[in-house]
């Protein structure tokens, strides 16, 4: 499956078709200095920078300044703006990007989704859903975009004022970079690629699901990581379970919830506890651990204190506040506005963004501190959201064109997310599976999985969020061999792995073996 390129393309591969075959895949560093002069004619394009990395490189420091020990292969870095220009707002905007185009190519593009609302260019590295190996470093050519708009940090939303700006963000900047980037990949190697993948979590999972559902045609696997869809309603359903919390907060003098501070760590501890003594038999081994998340069955009630309280047990009213809260919020009818939240091993984490337990904590603005909510007015609200219907990709769900074209989709979501519920995906993959043929013709060309204990895109206490879904989706696209899990590992749980199966299946001890080992371990409905 692949683009067909306009005329200015085709001529450019005309024009590189001279140099000889055996030299088409590999470039060096005068190459990469010739792109500063690249032009394509009708695209208003400006090339601001062409760097030449040898082998052995590193990226830029992490979080901290902790150097960055990976080692990257020679590569050219192709920085550029697409139509760069002032906006109604009298701001100066334009669709940066960058692509990494590696010495020794492999002949694969990959698109590396955003994340919040972008606003900077990202390393052009490929590793959401990698492993521990990202695509640049397979060999692949990998382009990252700001959608259209510089941010102060990556949750700046002033350039949503601007048409055009709110526009690029909500879904044609990835779709014109994606051909702007296989344009320059042809110029550089003299060929198009032969197949293009994409993936990303949240903003990068939410891209994802657009490029299946409004360019069809234009990649050949997708991976959607815990997709941010209906933010709207997402935004409801978090504050739901923080509201539910404040009501049993301490209180000031003046009646304002101290936000976050409803449950104690031992009692937070008493809730993972009793969510494991309920759930993490069900997969055939106690390991702390909730594979059979459907069979997970927790009443809070049963963590209410005796005639002595301890802090180590709930009040009958703590107890019913988290209940509450993770059902997810109705409206005056009765309908659920947002899919509650799975009890599992994360939602007490400190990690990244907090885990629910600790209520309060707002992932983009400043702490829930409310005790009630106006459930209909927030819900009319989220639904006369102009952004979330720019933007939607919860609705759509047919997408044949792709399927038939031979496209695979693969989603992933962490059980312990508390910002996007995986109910939430698990409902979108359900309404899609069943406007598709249902699931013997669904799962031919796309597959869920869960990953319990994870947060947001990655991390958790007791998760395994280390998983190559890359090598999955390629081997299915190229080679048709579908993947029924996916083997993952972390560095919270040194030594362990474990398969994550394909929705509905789970992941089920086979009653002997190393229990340490994902081989160990069946898929099961």
């Given amino acids: ?79 550029g703006v697409l139509d760069r220009r002032t906006g109604a707002d009298g701001k100066p905007y334009g669709i940066g990007f960058a692509l990494a185009l590696p010495g020794d190519w492999n002949g694969r593009f990959l698109f590396q989704g955003g994340g919040g609302l972008n606003g900077s260019v990202q390393l052009p590295l490929g590793a959401t859903a990698a492993g521990t190996t990202p695509a640049l470093l397979r060999g692949f050519a990998v382009v990252s975009t700001d959608t259209g708009h510089t941010g102060t940090n990556g949750f700046d939303a002033s350039f949503m004022q601007e048409q055009q700006a709110a526009l690029d963000f909500a879904y044609q900047a990835v779709g014109r970079i994606a051909t702007l980037a296989k344009q320059i990949i042809a110029q550089h190697y003299a060929k198009t690629p032969d197949r293009s993948y994409f993936t990303g979590c949240s903003t990068g999972g939410r891209e994802a699901m657009l490029m299946a559902q409004r360019h069809p045609t234009f990649f050949d696997g997708i991976i959607s990581g815990a997709p941010a869809m209906r933010t709207a309603y997402s935004g409801i359903g978090d504050e739901w379970v923080a509201t539910m919390l404040n009501t049993v907060a301490p209180k000031d003098p003046t009646g304002k919830a101290d936000p976050g501070a409803a449950l104690s760590d031992a009692q937070k501890k008493a809730v993972i506890d009793g969510v494991l003594n309920a759930c993490d038999a069900n997969d055939g081994l106690k390991d702390d651990m909730i594979f059979n998340t459907k069979a997970c069955r927790f009443d809070p009630k049963v963590l209410v204190c005796g005639t002595t309280k301890t802090d180590g047990c709930l009040t009958m009213e703590q107890a019913t506040a988290i209940e509450k809260g993770f059902a997810g919020p109705r409206d005056s009818r009765g309908r659920q506005v947002y899919p509650g939240f799975m009890f599992d091993t994360g939602i007490a984490s400190a990690q990244g963004i907090p885990g629910l337990l600790h209520g309060g904590r ?76 249902g699931p013997e013709q669904v799962m031919n060309w796309s597959r869920l999985y869960l990953a319990p204990g994870v947060g947001h895109c990655g991390g958790g206490p007791v998760a395994l969020d280390t998983f190559d879904m890359l090598t999955a989706l390629v081997d299915w696209v190229e080679k048709g061999t579908a993947p029924a899990s996916v083997t993952a590992t972390g560095r919270a749980l040194p030594g362990r792995s474990r398969p994550l199966c394909a929705y509905p299946q789970h992941a089920h001890y086979k009653g002997t073996g190393d229990t340490q080992d994902a081989k160990n371990f069946e898929c099961r409905n």
Avoid at 18 to 27: F, I, S
Avoid at 35 to 47: D, E, F, M, N, V
Avoid at 392 to 397: C, H, K, L
Avoid at 400 to 419: A, I
């Fill in 1 to 79: 499956m692949r683009i067909t390129l306009p005329p200015v393309a085709i001529a450019v591969l005309v024009v590189c078709s001279v140099q000889p075959a055996a030299a088409q895949t590999r470039r060096d560093a005068a190459a990469c200095a010739a792109l500063t002069k690249l032009q394509i004619p009708g695209i208003a394009l400006s090339i601001t920078k062409a760097e030449w990395f040898p082998e052995g490189s590193s990226p830029p420091a992490g979080r901290g300044g902790a150097p960055n020990p990976m080692k990257l292969p020679a590569y050219c870095r192709v920085d």
């Fill in 362 to 437: 707002n992932p983009v603005g400043p702490p829930f501190s409310a005790t009630s909510m106006d459930v209909d007015a927030r819900a009319a609200a989220a639904a006369a959201s102009a952004t979330d219907a720019l933007s939607a990709t919860a609705s759509w769900t047919n997408l044949n064109t792709f399927s038939t074209h031979g496209g695979k989709l693969m989603f992933f979501h962490g059980v312990s997310d508390p910002w996007f519920s995986a109910l939430d995906t698990i409902d979108y993959y359900e309404r899609m599976t069943k406007a598709n043929g």
